[in-house]
T-cell receptor, first 109, second 112 residues
């Protein structure tokens, strides 16, 4: 079993939709959670960083962590074509940092 | 502007040739990393460094070498021993090991 699992997609949604991106992890020692956005042939850009269970909001983005279920989510409200990218989750316990394989999102006008 | 600069953006390697990818950061970060990204795969860690003059192998270090002579710089050499070097290479840095990583814009390496 991989330590971090992420559905590769692609996920295709119409503009304005609410998008839900998810990762599951196996090690309960993980305590820091990040979401990155990567445009094609660019470096990943840090979107959200959280370390506690619950929700963290930043504009149209909400990161949700459920440590009891070992499940994290990124919600994008009012999705835009400019949100089309690959979204990677990253999870760390400071001893090691593990990336998910990424979910490719396409938002069509 | 603070950030991480990778160069070149595109690089071509001939058979038997060593090539070096540059990574410079002005964020005053202690930790630096090199990742390899292949299509449809996640990021795989090649090497990382927590401090000047020290570095550790990651998951796929064979065929690669690094140096960390200055805090700002962490070049990666892809040696001729790396038989499948075609990939997108990403350099990253963080204040402390395995904290929030900040990435450069990447180098696409291809074999001629």
């Amino acid at each position: 079993q991989k330590e971090v699992e992420q559905d590769p997609g692609p996920l295709s949604v119409p503009e304005g939709a609410i998008v839900s991106l998810n990762c599951t992890y196996s090690n309960s020692a993980f305590q820091y959670f990040m979401w990155y956005r990567q445009y094609s042939r660019k470096g990943p850009e840090l979107l959200m960083y959280t370390y506690s269970s619950g929700n963290k909001e930043d504009g149209r983005f909400t990161a949700q962590v459920d440590k009891s279920s070992k499940y994290i989510s990124l919600f994008i409200r009012d999705s835009q074509p400019s949100d089309s990218a690959t979204y990677l989750c990253a999870i760390t316990d400071t001893d090691k940092l593990i990336f998910g394989t990424g979910t490719r999102l396409q938002v069509f006008p | 502007d603070g950030g991480i600069t990778q160069s070149p953006k595109y690089l071509f390697r001939k058979e038997g040739q060593n090539v070096t990818l540059s990574c410079e950061q002005n964020l005053n970060h202690d930790a630096m990393y090199w990742y390899r990204q292949d299509p449809g795969q996640g990021l795989r860690l090649i090497y990382y460094s927590q401090i000047v003059n020290d570095f550790q192998k990651g998951d796929i270090a064979e065929g690669y070498s690094v140096s960390r002579e200055k805090k700002e710089s962490f070049p990666l050499t892809v040696t001729s021993a790396q038989k499948n070097p075609t990939a997108f290479y990403l350099c990253a840095s963080s204040i402390k090991e395995n904290e929030k990583l900040f990435f450069g814009s990447g180098t696409q390496l291809s074999v001629l």
